[in-house]
Structure formats: structure tokens, C-alpha cells
């Protein structure tokens, strides 16, 4: 195998039947290889070089990468049903809603499985909407619901939406955790309020404690539907398995993914408390997909989910979570030049930068190291960190070194950022 050939020539596809800037960009952060296996918090390249995973696909490998016990519910599904026939009860599909009744919070029952995190917001937005008969949605600036036109009407963040206007009608967006600002613009014509319980994309903002709880109850008080967007946070990733929990708030329907699927598969879902649910019992065929519950799919979730329950993976994230900042914080003291702030919960932790263009010299000096990161989406500020919830001390202690080196060193060139 000449692997410098392999490497060109997928190089060459990307700019020729791709993105010719995802190839120039990729180049330019010393990315010039090509991902070839990967197992726990390890991924290696084509040249046989091992990366520690602290992206985790965004926060997809909460359980790492080829988890064995999602890898053999699969290989045996695959025996059976991979795809359903939409025409007879589909057993993987029935299993997986019943889970996601049992950990979700409060009375939520009723569950829709679809293929995405977009799709699943998309399904909530159409519920709650369904639901009310209102219009009105609010979100908040620097969300990130996703990027198709419903989950994009409520994503907060105009160098995304801009391009694509007009988007649906009756979204707005106000600051997130300034309850006040809030509640100025929810009234008796909103149909749902949508927020994230940490903003991933928006550089892993934690809200004021009591932020949710005053949002509960407003929407309690108005007849509006509150909407959890837990497609990064949930699972485990915060330290709880949903990030809701830190708040003891019980959402009229939580949207879940990424994760969900266990490293393997692509899966979303939405689930909701059961009176919302009347008009879709009503005509069960409103919201429909084609390749949503599959067998495959739903055989991984509960994989994953009976994986995380096992391992107690949320509250080795906690713990992790824990120590991981402590020691970032010791170096955001030692260089306040460099970072201005460490914040998150669990393993979702975010590193606020003093200047934008220290993310991309850290991430270089990083991926050099052989640490995967990157940047938050809606602030690049921000270097996310989302390890595998089981990412073990000594790799953890292995980042916090490469950290702590690549900022000593922008902390050498701070001028000339």
C-alpha cells in the first residue's frame, strides 16, 4: 500500500468533488494525513500516528470509538434486520422508546426516532407548533440547533442564516440566560421556547442556576412549550445524564443525538410528555421518516445507553470533569495573557482565549502533540474539549501537558496575535 499515494489522492478528491477550502483548511491546521482507526480515546492515521480524541466528533464518541459492546450489538443485528420494512412493528425501535422514557426527566413518554440532531429539532419544533396551533419561537443568539431550515430559523448565529433568508417565519432570539430579556418577548402567541441547557457551538456558556427554572415556569404560566436541545449535552456528557438535571427542571420535550448512537451509528430522537403527543395520535403519519428508527440504529442507542448506565459514565465524566478544569485553571493562572476563562460541566469544557487567533496557532500546536480539538462553531474564542466520558487520568494529565506547553508558547508570541 503506498500510503502517500492514498493520502494525495483523497486529498486531490476533496478539492476536486467536495470542498476544495475544506482541503486548503485542513492543510493548513497539519491535517495533510487521513484518519484510519481509531479505538477508545485514540485515533491513528494512515501513518500509524495516535491522536488522544478530546472532539469526540463533536461530542458523538461519549463512549469512545468502537465501543465493543455497540460493536457486537450491531454485528448481530446485522444477522437479522439492518433496515425496517415500516410495515410491521419494528421490536429495536419499541426498546429504544421505552429507554428513552425511563432516563429522560419528569413524564416525558412518547419518542420519535429520526436519523439526526437537526432532525430532531425540526420534529420539535413541528410538535410544538402542532401542538399549541401557535407560531411564535424563541431562541437565543449563538445557539446551535443545526443547519437544515427549521433547525436554522432557531440556530443563532447570522453568518449561517444570512445566506438563506428568508427562513420560517415567527423565530426570534434574545440572549441566553438573561431570563429578564426573556421574558419580555414570550407571550400568549409563542408556541415554544428552545434552548440548549449549556450552549455548545455558542463557546460552552453554563447559565445563571436559577435560569431554567424561571423559564419553566414562565412557560407553565403562558401555555408554552419548553424545548431542551440536549443533542450535545446529554447522555452523560455534563456530569448528569441530561444537562437538565443540574437544574431539576422537566422539559415539555427533550432532543437528543449524537451520542446517542454509541460512536457507530447515526441516530436523533425527540421526546416529549405525553399530552403533547395528542395530535400525532391522532394522525400518526404527520411526521414521518423513511430511515428513522431503523433496527441497526436503535440497536446501537440502547447499546449505548445501557453501556453508559453500566460504566457510570456520567459520574466518571463529573469526576473527570473536575479534575480536568482544576488543572486547566492552574494554567489560565500562570498565562492570563493567553486564556481568559475555563468553564463547563463535566467534559464539557470550554478554554475562552484572550484573542481570536490564538485558537488556530493552540489547535496546530496541539494536533503536533497528537491532541485532537477545535474551536467552538459560534466562537472562535473558545477551544472545546468533549474527550470520551471514560478518557482515563494519564490521558487526561498527556492534554493538560500539551496544553499547558502550546499556551506557554502563544504566551511567548501574545503580541503577534
Known amino acids: 500500500m503506498d500510503k502517500e499515494l492514498i493520502i494525495s489522492e483523497t486529498i486531490e478528491k476533496y478539492e476536486k468533488y467536495i470542498n476544495p477550502a475544506i482541503a486548503r483548511l485542513f492543510r493548513f491546521m497539519g491535517l ?75 413524564d416525558l413518554q412518547y419518542s420519535f426516532i429520526g436519523n439526526s440532531g437537526a432532525e430532531a429539532v425540526e420534529g420539535a419544533i413541528k410538535l410544538a407548533r402542532v401542538y399549541t396551533g401557535r407560531e411564535k419561537v424563541i431562541a437565543t443568539a449563538n445557539a446551535f440547533h443545526g443547519k437544515t431550515m427549521g433547525a436554522l430559523s432557531a440556530t443563532g448565529r447570522d453568518v449561517f442564516s444570512r445566506p438563506f433568508r428568508p427562513l420560517l417565519s415567527g423565530f426570534s432570539h434574545v440572549s441566553f440566560g ?57 447522555l452523560g456528557r455534563t456530569g448528569k445524564m441530561f444537562a437538565v438535571d443540574h437544574y431539576g427542571v422537566v422539559p415539555d420535550i427533550i432532543t437528543t443525538a449524537k451520542s446517542l448512537g454509541g460512536g457507530v451509528m447515526p441516530i436523533g430522537a425527540f421526546t416529549a410528555r405525553p399530552h403533547l403527543w395528542d395530535k400525532y395520535i391522532e394522525s400518526p403519519f404527520l411526521h414521518t421518516s423513511t430511515f428513522g428508527g431503523n433496527p441497526l440504529a436503535c440497536t446501537a442507542a440502547i447499546a449505548a445507553i445501557e453501556a453508559i448506565i453500566e460504566e ?3 459520574e466518571k465524566a463529573d469526576q473527570t470533569g473536575r479534575y480536568f478544569i482544576d488543572e486547566l485553571n492552574k494554567i489560565q493562572k500562570q498565562f492570563p495573557a493567553v486564556v481568559k476563562e475555563m468553564r463547563g460541566k463535566g467534559l464539557m469544557i470550554g478554554v475562552e482565549l484572550t484573542k481570536e487567533g490564538i485558537g488556530g496557532f493552540l489547535m496546530s500546536e496541539l494536533i503536533a502533540q497528537g491532541v485532537l480539538v477545535a474551536y467552538t462553531l459560534n466562537n472562535p474564542n473558545v477551544i472545546r474539549i468533549e474527550p470520551p466520558l471514560n478518557i482515563s487520568r494519564d490521558r487526561v494529565n498527556k492534554v493538560v501537558g500539551a496544553f499547558r506547553d502550546a499556551i506557554e508558547k502563544a504566551n511567548d508570541m501574545i503580541d503577534d496575535f
Open 32 to 106: 495533510a494525513t487521513i484518519e484510519w482507526q481509531a479505538e477508545g480515546d485514540i485515533i491513528r492515521d494512515i501513518d500509524g500516528k495516535e491522536y488522544i480524541d478530546c472532539l469526540g466528533g463533536y461530542g458523538v464518541f461519549s463512549l469512545g470509538h468502537r465501543h465493543p459492546k455497540v460493536i457486537e450489538a450491531v454485528k448481530k443485528q446485522l444477522d437479522y434486520m439492518p433496515l425496517s420494512s415500516k410495515v410491521l412493528f419494528n421490536k429495536p425501535m419499541a426498546d429504544l422508546s421505552e429507554i428513552l422514557a425511563k432516563i429522560t426527566p419528569g
Open 178 to 234: 438573561d431570563f429578564s430579556e426573556l421574558e419580555k418577548v414570550v407571550d400568549e402567541n409563542t408556541a415554544a421556547v428552545i434552548l440548549e441547557p449549556i450552549q455548545g457551538e455558542g463557546g460552552i456558556i453554563v447559565p445563571p442556576q436559577d435560569y431554567f427554572a424561571k423559564v419553566r415556569a414562565l412557560c407553565d404560566k403562558l401555555g408554552v412549550v419548553l424545548i431542551c436541545d440536549e443533542v450535545q449535552t446529554g
Open 312 to 314: 457510570k459514565l456520567a
